[in-house]
């Protein structure tokens, strides 16, 4: 068998949007919110396109939104792409799905919890531990709850989930397997078919089970995905070049200031080096979160040549031991 990815949108949705699929979006809420205790029994599938009811305001199109039980409206999604914005646009929605459930003139005690749950392809906050984080509304400085909890957002990072198929204990653990590893099964695992809703996100997953229709539009996903992801690697590319010419130019100034044929030489490779160092560490944060020190460290040691080889490979980074891996391969061409 050949399973489509979850990861992209409209495998996403496929799965756990649809109306057929209230059952596994049951388990997979209960099993990502509520560390896979039955809380949620049923549940109602709502439109998730979001139209404004403020003149002027975006239109939105989330995976999946759903009311459970509390009243509580949750949305989902699915980001394989750290793209620029990307954070805001988490509370432009959960703040956007909150503020539209009031009419004119109806009074605010109506208004009912949001959850905004948002599953990444890869590490939003590289200080934290856990795959699945919580934020709320709290005090600046003695962390003092907001006294209610109606706005919350939760984040999964699938690449901080390394467990093996053996390994996996919980309803949870279950989940975050399926979505991290269907694209690369060829059957459904023993351990998995023990819960009858992750069997089921298997049927809908198995490739040969969607229309022409649907093949083309995954197909059209993936390649837009690709693109993407091409399109960055043209401006890590574009980047180096201008990063090569501000430090050519900025070592030719500092080479005939020192008057010295040395100086110039030196001038321009320091200058061609910190262009393109402040380049990758752009990239880098970006990509992983903020970089500890000893790894920064680590990487002003590399030539140039190995921080064009950084820029390119950081586009499959999934998480910071990806890149201490990286830079162990590298260490012994470093120059001192």
């Known amino acids: 068998m050949i399973f489509i990815n979850p990861k992209t949108d409209f495998a996403f949705k496929k799965i756990f949007g649809s109306q057929q699929s209230k059952d596994i979006l049951i388990s997979f809420l209960n099993g990502i919110l509520y560390g896979s205790r039955p809380i949620i029994e049923d549940l109602e599938i709502l439109n ?3 139209a404004p009811k403020i003149r002027g305001l975006k239109d939105t199109y989330l995976d999946v939104k759903a009311k459970i039980t509390g009243n509580k409206t949750v949305i989902v999604e699915m980001q394989v792409l750290n793209l620029e914005g990307f954070e805001k646009r988490i509370l432009y929605n959960a703040a956007k799905s909150y503020s539209t459930q009031l009419e004119s003139g109806e009074d605010y005690t109506l208004l009912n919890p949001v959850i905004g749950l948002t599953i990444t392809d890869f590490e939003m906050f590289a200080g934290l531990d856990k795959i699945i984080s919580r934020f ?147 990239l880098l944060t970006l990509r992983l979160g903020n970089i500890s020190p000893e790894h920064v460290e680590k990487i002003t040691q590399l030539f140039v040549w190995q921080l064009e080889d950084l820029g390119e490979a950081l586009l499959d980074f999934q998480e910071i031991s990806d890149l201490v891996s990286w830079l162990e391969r590298h260490s012994e061409n470093a120059h001192d």
């Open 136 to 282: 709320l509304l709290k005090e600046k400085d003695y962390l003092i709850d907001y006294p209610i909890y109606d706005i919350e957002l939760v984040f999964v990072e699938l690449p901080k989930f390394n467990k093996d198929i053996w390994e996996l204990e919980t309803l949870t653990d279950k989940w975050l397997y399926f979505l991290k590893c269907a694209k690369q099964l060829d059957r459904v695992p023993e351990e998995m078919r023990e819960v009858p809703e992750i069997q089921k996100a298997f049927e809908v997953a198995n490739r040969a089970s969607l229309s022409r229709e649907e093949l083309d539009n995954l197909e059209a996903r993936e390649i837009y995905i690709q693109d993407q992801k091409n399109v960055v690697i043209k401006a890590i590319r574009q980047g180096f070049e201008k990063g090569r010419e501000q430090g050519l130019q900025q070592g030719l100034q500092q080479g005939l200031q020192q008057g010295l044929q040395q100086g110039l030489q030196q001038g321009l490779q320091q200058g061609l080096q910190q262009g393109r160092l402040e380049f990758v560490m752009r």
């Open 48 to 50: 998730p396109y979001l």
